[in-house]
């Protein structure tokens, strides 16, 4: 041993436990958006999809759901892509019968570009030309919108809008979602039927594991696709926890203890970047969780020179999965934790939230409860949230909305009451769809939740 190693009081193999544990914690930090993905995707694959098909929810989603606060509002697909063979089409309907918003990402959920009315078409439709690193611009063919991906691999997150929450306009949007195409460039000519993986009804549960789950997923995906320049100071510090291109993924017995151990550790750091994301409203709990540096980032495909905001990155794909290219065009997002005393959501206390009336929206506003350790829908729940859609919702005299929380309805009350479980924490999410200027000029503003009791 060294002098200088003889001086820090540790041993050659303590010295490399702690080098092993900090590259482990770095390690989930950066790679959380890539295992958020390759998580759908083998929960698609357990369903018997692959790749170039779509897995949907025909209906309404329910708790089976386990995805990263998923909306329970709208018709879920979410069609996964490889462009290993060629470039990919993905085929939007114009938005005649209903409205499809969302957008491509590739694997690392950077934004390629967004679909629909708040995309590129701008609500006409057409034919989106998901191409493979290095495909050059000038052979895409006339027609189409090409969408140059970093990565070959690469999902995008589909909703069909509903006009009202009707049982006739949800059956009207499941069948326009259908409209939806992928299929290979090479087979254009006469492309065949697109599979649509259906999977309601079964428990599809892609919540990140802080276990050794996420270092199997995060090793299925470094070895998947050639190295980003951006990431290449990532090869040497993987490589000596057994994670490396070309090579399985099977750590010792001292490895695997440092990996345990380095993955709570990581989530506690996530946790705690959850708990001091500034406020959208000053002096109020509601926030947006991305920071204006990720939003930029993530925009530029994490290409924004001297930024590289892993950090944020990994709290956002910690609780949520997609990325917008343009975010607040088609739809917004806040979120709390907390009530207005600043104490954690208790699933075992009653609370309420009063939404004023005038709602900045051009479509509709919802609000949707989740799990706080796990970022999903309360498993078991029979109701995950209330929307300006919902069939029954009861308005004030002003025009505001009162909605309960808690482990049961208040009496008359249950066509506003969403169920919480003792126990449990968790947390509310609310979101806007076709927002308008007063939302984000703050003249109008979302209310604090309350304890009641």
Known sequence: ????????????????DRMLHRRAVDAVIWGMPVVNFDLMFQQMVALGGDWNQIVWWPGLLDWKNQTLTPNPDVIYLMPFFNTEAGPVVF??????????????????????????PGG?????????????PGFAAEDVPEGYIPMPSYTYRGYALVRSVLKSGSDADVATAIAYSQRLKVYPLA?????????????AGTVFDSTIPYDMRFFESLARMVTAEPWLERDLA?????????????????????????????????????????????????GKRWFFPATDEFSKSVQGNFRVPDSYPTDNRANNYSLAFFSAKHIGESQYYLMVGYDRDGSPLDGGASYRLNVPAGVPVKQYWSITVYDRETHAFIRESSRQGRSSQSPGLAVNADGSVDLDFGPSAPQGRET???????????????????????????????????RTS
């Open 1 to 16: 041993m060294s002098d200088l190693a003889a001086n820090s009081g540790l041993t050659p193999e303590q010295l490399a």
């Open 91 to 116: 085929e939007v309907p114009p938005a005649d019968d209903g409205v499809l918003n969302g957008s491509v990402m590739d694997r690392w959920q950077a934004a390629i570009e967004d679909i629909g």
């Open 120 to 132: 590129v078409d701008k609500g006409k439709g057409g034919k989106y030309l998901i191409l493979p």
């Open 187 to 199: 087979a254009a000519a006469d492309p065949p039927q697109t599979a649509y993986i259906d999977a």
């Open 234 to 282: 990532m090869i040497d510090p993987l490589k000596t926890l057994g994670i490396a291109r070309g090579e399985p993924f099977a750590p010792d017995a001292r490895t695997t203890a440092v990996l345990k151990d380095a993955i709570v550790e990581a989530h506690g750091w996530i946790e705690t970047l959850y708990g001091v994301t500034p406020p959208f409203y000053p």
């Open 416 to 450: 506003n009451w969403i169920p919480t479980v003792a126990g449990r924490k968790f947390e509310l999410l609310a979101r806007f769809y076709g927002p308008e200027p007063a939302l984000f000029q703050k003249t109008w503003q979302l209310n604090d939740i309350e």
